[in-house]
């Protein structure tokens, strides 16, 4: 193991900004195997000859087979294999896609950036909003206003890099007679900006792109292939999935519900109503931001910026795109039923102390 630099600097209001660091295997193998390819499998490598078209905004030159989605996924495989003939549980957690923004070559010429979908967004629109979009949105938006079109391709050509990756391994468990027989859960933590509502990336802000994150299971023999359902889940259910499909019942004082019946189709219902989304609070090490709570209905989005007293609400089915924030006080008697479940979904959720969907 050894420390090299990561994407991640102190704030730039130091005048020597200190490089943190982090742990990375990946990169260990790099320099033990492919020293000469040492310097771009950084995640913030260039060639020598080649400049970002913008910040944290270039084509990667390494090759696909050395990329660090293709470790992961080689990485994975052989510890399934170690591993096949005794039950086992494996984390295969994709660093991409992730800023920088910066594909292989023959992934981000999938994409055509003048066929991309527009952007969302409407001038204006984040006056009603809290300062801490405007102040995001002043930060970057004249470089993202300028080159959304190509972030947006090697995003996407990152995304479709970790498409194959899953596609090789799905085939790796039918190739040792595992996939009849191996749950595979297919999730994200959050979700990307890619400059829509003039923001990039994450923070403290609970836009749909954010939150409403992708959400697979494969289980042979448990639930119906090809099914889709439609409504509020949490990170939280997961743990509870599973519990149920292997047959273990479910701790009382935990949280999260089992989405084995849905999934199954006996029921259409939704397992929850809404759904509690909290981040914010870290401290001065991480984000020196306050808290943001918020509660997601199929219908209403509430917004709660807790030191700042600060409430923002949306309608999800009249404005799906969230670009026209209701007026608070003309809506007080829902904003209050709101917040009384937001303070019960809360309280519910710190039981033990701690705050549970945090990202």
Wanted: hydrophobic share 35%.
């Amino acid at each position: 193991m050894s420390l090299v630099p990561t994407h991640y600097t102190t704030p730039a209001s130091q005048q020597e900004p200190l490089r943190l660091y982090a742990l990375d295997d990946y990169v260990d193998w790099i320099s033990q195997q492919h020293p000469e390819l040492y310097t771009l499998a950084l995640r913030d490598g260039l060639p020598e000859d080649q400049h970002a078209v913008a910040p944290e905004l270039w084509t990667s030159h390494l090759p696909v087979a050395s990329h660090q989605s293709t470790w992961i996924t080689e990485q994975t495989m052989a510890f399934i294999k170690r591993h096949h003939q005794e039950r086992f549980f494996a984390w295969c957690s994709f660093v991409d896609p992730h800023h920088p923004f910066n594909a292989p070559r023959a992934y981000r010429d999938l994409y055509d950036p003048a066929a991309l979908t527009e952007l969302v967004w409407r001038e204006g629109e984040l006056e009603s909003r809290s300062h801490y979009h405007r102040e995001r949105h002043q930060e970057q938006w004249e470089t993202w206003h300028t080159h959304w079109r190509e972030y947006r391709a090697q995003y996407y050509g990152m995304i479709s890099l970790i498409d194959e990756q899953i596609g090789r391994l799905m085939r790796h468990l039918e190739d040792l007679g595992l996939l009849d027989n191996t749950v595979v859960i297919f999730t994200s933590d959050h979700g990307e900006m890619l400059g829509d509502h003039g923001l990039s990336r994450k923070g403290l802000f609970h836009y749909e792109p954010l939150i409403r994150i992708p959400l697979l299971f494969h289980a042979s023999g448990h639930i119906v292939g090809g099914l889709r359902q439609h409504g509020i889940v949490q990170s939280v259910d997961i743990p509870a999935t599973i519990l149920d499909l292997v047959g273990i019942p479910l701790p009382q004082e935990y949280q999260g519900l089992s989405l084995v019946p849905w999934c199954r189709g006996e029921h259409n219902d939704a397992p929850r109503s809404y759904a509690l989304v909290t981040n914010g609070g870290e401290g001065s090490d991480y984000h020196p931001w306050p808290e943001l709570r918020t509660l997601v209905t199929e219908r209403w989005k509430l917004q709660h910026y807790v030191k700042e007293g600060r409430v923002e609400i949306d309608d999800l089915v009249q404005d799906p795109q969230e670009l026209h924030p209701l007026d608070v006080e003309k809506h007080e008697l829902l904003v209050r039923s709101l917040l009384g479940t937001l303070v019960d979904a809360g309280s519910a959720a710190s039981v033990w102390g701690q705050h549970i969907g945090r990202w």
